[in-house]
């Protein structure tokens, strides 16, 4: 049963440490994605992979958070330095876009980040 | 400006009822409309995925449909159980070249009490 895996699950760290979350797609997905989920927003875009290239990273802080897919089965999300404001709990997805028609999504357990 | 709406924000509901959830979409150009549902703690799991010339699919108890021409969707969940409590969430794909541009809605909290 192919699932998206993430670690660490849990990750409680202070203000101005760096933080890296991991993700391993389903293999066999072209696609994959890291969305940040809080009460307020709902679910938010950070940064999606197109055969490990970054296509859009719009959604993300770029003097804090950084998104790399080292190999087809990595990929990392990297905050430096970490603020509160950062606590929520990331998402990594994965999906197969043939065309220009993106299939199923499957997301992962997700982490949940707190800084205090 | 493209948005996805749900409404109700929240509802509670009596096991075995029935319950309809609305999404209502501002998207263009639109490629495909998806229900996502969350349980408490966990990533979102897609129920269905409706293209354009689709106006109804089901998964189980849960039937979406989709009229395009209202820009509407609905969830419409038959037989309500404990397991059903959950945030359904609506996602409208932008058909852009990339064919990854989800817009999401902030989801609808559904509890089903016994």
């Known amino acids: 049963d192919a699932r998206v895996t993430q670690t660490p699950r849990h990750k409680v760290t202070e203000m101005g440490q760096e933080v890296t979350m991991r993700c391993q797609p389903i293999l066999g997905h072209n696609t994959v994605f890291w969305y940040r989920q809080t009460m307020m927003q709902g679910l938010e875009l950070l940064a999606y992979?197109?055969?490990?290239?970054?296509?859009?990273d719009s959604g993300m802080p770029k003097d804090r958070f950084s998104a790399e897919m080292p190999d087809a089965t990595l990929a990392t999300l990297k905050i430096q330095p970490s603020e509160p404001r950062d606590s929520a709990v990331y998402f990594c997805?994965?999906?197969?876009?043939?065309?220009?028609?993106?299939?199923?999504?499957?997301f992962g357990p997700g982490t949940r980040l707190t800084v205090t | 400006k493209n948005q996805v709406e749900q409404s109700p924000q929240s509802l509670i509901i009596l096991e075995g009822k029935n319950c309809t959830l609305q999404c209502n979409y501002t998207v263009n150009p639109f490629s495909n409309l998806r229900w996502y549902k969350q349980d408490t703690g966990r990533g979102p799991v897609s129920l269905t995925i409706?293209?354009?010339?689709?106006n109804t699919k089901s998964n189980g108890r849960y039937t979406a449909t989709l009229d395009a021409d209202t820009k509407q969707s609905s969830l419409h969940i038959t037989a309500s159980q404990l397991s059903d409590s959950a945030s359904y969430i609506c996602v409208v794909s932008q058909g852009d070249q990339a064919g990854t541009a989800l817009i999401f809605g902030k989801g609808t909290t559904l509890s089903v009490s016994s």
């Open positions: 409706m293209t354009f010339s689709e």
């Open positions: 997805a994965s999906g197969l876009v043939l065309g220009r028609a993106l299939g199923e999504q499957y």
């Open positions: 992979f197109r055969n490990r290239a970054p296509l859009d």
